[in-house]
């Protein structure tokens, strides 16, 4: 009996350690990313969890991510556990006498499904866990967080990460930011940040410069016109920074959040959906090719033009740009060569068009202006960050007040672009990023396929960015190309300061 044992012993360890040198062995992972629409009740968030760990359609999954605030609120806090702990809460809490019914729950379906299953949720923390935070502390002696938790495919929590930068909430922050990774059995390094942190260097773009080349990312985006979008922003920082990112968004287009997708890159989106209803519950899956290996794969890809009747959308303070309008003239070609200038920032265009249509009625379209800004974003009681942006957007009047708007309806375009380019010469700075900004009317940006993009550093103290349609494209139903130039907080940026500082951030030949 002993030795039978035995042998069922050795052999479920050679199985295992089978199974995970095929995970390795493979040049790419599955992963799914969950469009959700929450409810007000937690029980009813749960049940859709589950229902949908254990759909047919999470079946092939490696790692599912769920979005940002769609499980529980202030009203239904649990303690998480210390990565380090490696504690499986399905197994030393089956009770749920210390973590929340919740959680365990949640344990239990990864360890079921023998998945790595993220999800994002409400935390409370004992302020005296953390004695070196002086700051005040709630009368009920706790923090609350709004944070990621990964589960491996035992029901371990693996990972855990506090969001650092809030977009209005009543929540703590950490009294220093972290910078939270995991590492698979199927040998590929997950960073994770959530929502609004996308915009700032930490944690995002810091675990980039850090070597993490796959993120995961839940949000709950309200989304901007004319450059701030959820997929908008998805792929353009997937793109710049050439890195795989697993984007699950909230989904209540009528409240303006959606926005969901798996994005490899420079290739590109392998999912993605911007839904414009009443939101939906659902897994978008793909395979992800493992970072150092780059291949084509098919996507998916639907249209749906937007108006302002399915999607609640906020507006950048465009009032602060510099713009122009497009001459645009009905039934003519048309082009523009202009260089514009925001203090001493300046882009160049380059772009043509031609007539598609004369108008009927009263029906509706879009005119168009080039702007430029340089400066911080005006956006109140948020963190804020320094941008040098360029670009085309839409306008619903004459006015560069009826701009970043969504119209009530929309016919046919009346134009369709044959050439944009944008040529921008953008100062050195210690951190910044520079990405492709783009959206057509279905609230989707273009794909890699139909732009080129150029960036080069022709010394110490510049960057050349050449950001075109290409050639053989045209392109109608356009709501944004532009060049968004995030700075975070502007710190050595050439040109920017006194000699002294510049000087002390190492550039040779400070500009005065």
Partial sequence: MAKSFLWFFLFCITLGLSHQASLLKKDFYTAGVVEFRPSNLLSDNLDAYLEIIQSKNASSTDIIVFPESTLNDVGDTSFVPNPEDQINPCLSDPNATYYEHFLVTLSCAARNASKYIVINLTEKQKCEDVPEDTRPCASNGLNVFNTNVVFDRQGVVVSRYRKVHLYGEPKN???????????????????????????????????????????????????????????????????????????????????????????????????????????????YVARVPKYKIRRRMKRELTR????????????????????????????????????????????????????????????????????????????????????????????????????????????????TFTRLEIRVTYPESREFLLFPDTLLDNLLPLEPKSFEWA?????????????????????SNLLTFAIYGNYYNNDCTFGVGTVEEQLACGYKNPKI
Avoid at 239 to 246: E, F, G, I, R, S
Wanted: proline share 4%; with cysteine.
């Fill in 173 to 283: 922050s950490t009294f220093l930011p972290e910078l939270s990774t995991f590492e698979t059995d199927f040998g590929v390094t997950f960073g994770h940040f959530i929502c609004f942190d996308i915009l700032f260097y930490t944690p995002a773009h810091q675990l980039v410069d850090q070597g993490v080349t796959d993120f995961v990312y839940p949000a709950m985006w309200f989304s901007q016109l004319p450059f701030l979008t959820a997929v908008q922003i998805q792929l353009g920082w997937s793109y710049a920074n050439d890195v795989n990112l697993l984007a699950a968004g909230a989904s209540d287009p009528t409240l303006g959040t959606s926005g969901s997708g798996i994005y490899q890159g420079r290739s590109g989106s392998l999912k993605r959906v911007m839904r414009q209803d009443s939101g939906e519950r659902s897994i």
């Fill in 304 to 415: 749906q033009v937007a108006t302002n009747s399915s999607f609640n959308i906020k507006r950048d303070y465009l009032e602060n740009f510099r713009s122009e309008e497009l001459p645009i003239e009905s039934g003519k070609s048309g082009n523009l060569n202009k260089i514009l200038c925001h203090g001493g920032f300046c882009c160049y265009f380059d772009l043509a068009w031609r007539s598609l249509v004369n108008p009927v009625g009263n029906q509706s379209s879009y005119s168009y202006r080039i702007g430029i800004f340089e400066g911080w974003r005006n956006a109140k009681r948020l963190d804020v960050n320094y941008v040098r942006n360029c670009g085309l957007f839409t306008c619903s009047g004459d006015s560069i007040d009826d701009c970043g708007q969504l119209l009530p309806d929309l016919q046919q375009p009346l134009v």
């Fill in 455 to 475: 960036q080069q550093q022709p010394s110490e103290e510049s960057h050349q960015v050449r950001f075109a349609l290409r050639e053989s494209q045209e392109v």
